[in-house]
């Protein structure tokens, strides 16, 4: 996301663990392994970070469609809820993780460029949908076509910079989710009042909502998008697996123990091994996810039903704040972990809990605001701390996660995130609905799931910096 003793291990975790450091000794490469050439670095994190955009970007324009949604197919604010987060996850739940594995076994170039152009035709298979029932459709085959992108982005970034460059590269990758949001907000905002007033185009005899055109576009971009990322030269695995073995399973491996790691039970035991550090970081990032994501699409009828406000009004006002507020959560995440950690082994963890605790207090107050610009200062005030400890989160998996596990450990991490994030917008939702009940009353669910779940996530925060020094300084004793 100090201390010298031996971290704590399960009884049944210590078979796993010494599995992996059996499989370690055997097949990690020499720490003289040269790094791939800076050029050939920066462009692969280019082409991810472009990638990246475009996913975000999606994410944000239909956060910025949901009030229009709502009215061109009827929709209660629970069924709203549903189709901004649960029909996304469907299918991730059944394929993400075993999709993710395709990342430790396959050129990770090819499993992004592979997963982008899948994104891109759903998109387009959702801006042609005829229906509430086959847009749900297209939104369900949404979150698996982008299962692996992460997981892939992650491990290939560790073999392209080294550790001390590591956190600088997972900081630049962030300008993806920053160049997303804001331009989704701004340019989302313009072409949805542009597009508002409109009759509804008619595209190889069907006729569609004017703002379906706005998801044929991101559809265009992604294959364009996946055509650069086939371009990245792939680099070596770094402390890999020998041919013999591959995706830390070796060779003459029987089909039946290959299914049981591809569907990512070795990872599983290896996190459980570890629970002591894994498991509050999990707690605490799908608690916070729940909020973060739920806060991200309900932000726009919010803003609508409380201050009165359209799309693209709150398009002009947000975006410049989202992109000063993302541009300082960067640079406050990369020096703030970079000053912890020349006084603290467990920076990473450390950072993460004061970020969470800053962003607590953020959500919960942003929705009394009396205005909808000050409103919206607290909530970029929030995503500024957030985004500050994104940098410290991703950075302490990679640091704890065996590089032969590396992508499922983080498919089985951001799945969390994913999953319980993708519940963010129907928890809102129901709470809006049954719970409050006044449709102009939004503000008051949201007020209830921030308080509610993110001082239980900044706990679980908290839990797991002595678990994570602990782990830190056995690695270090390894050398690694």
Known sequence: MAGAMAPTIPDDGVAALQAEAAFDSESAVPTTQPWPAAGAAWFALFAIVLATFLNFFDQTVFGMLAQRIKQDFALSDEALGFLGGPASVIFFVVVGIPLARLAD???RRLVLAGGMLATATIMALGGMAQSFGQFVGSRMFLGAGGSAHAPASYSLLADFFPPKKITRAFAVLQLGFIGGTTVGVALGGKLIMWLAGRPDPVLLGLRIHSWQLILLGEAVAGVLAALLLLAIREPARRGHQPAARQGGVAAETSLGRRVVAF??????????????????????????????????????PFMIRTYGWNEGRIGMVMAPMLLVSSLLGIFLGGVFVEWMAKRHKDANVRCAAILFALVTICAITAPLMPTGETSLAVLALGGMFGLAGAVPQNAAIQRIAPNEMRGQVTAIYLFMFTFFGAMGSFVVGVVAQRIVGVEAQLWKALVIVAGALLPIATVSMILAIRPYREEVARLEAQGR
């Open 263 to 300: 569907t990512g039970l070795d990872a599983v035991r290896a996190i459980h091994a570890r629970g002591r550090v894994y498991y509050p970081l999990f707690l605490g990032l799908a608690l916070a996810a729940i909020e973060t994501f739920g806060l991200a699409f309900w932000r726009v």
């Open 105 to 107: 076994i396959y050129p």
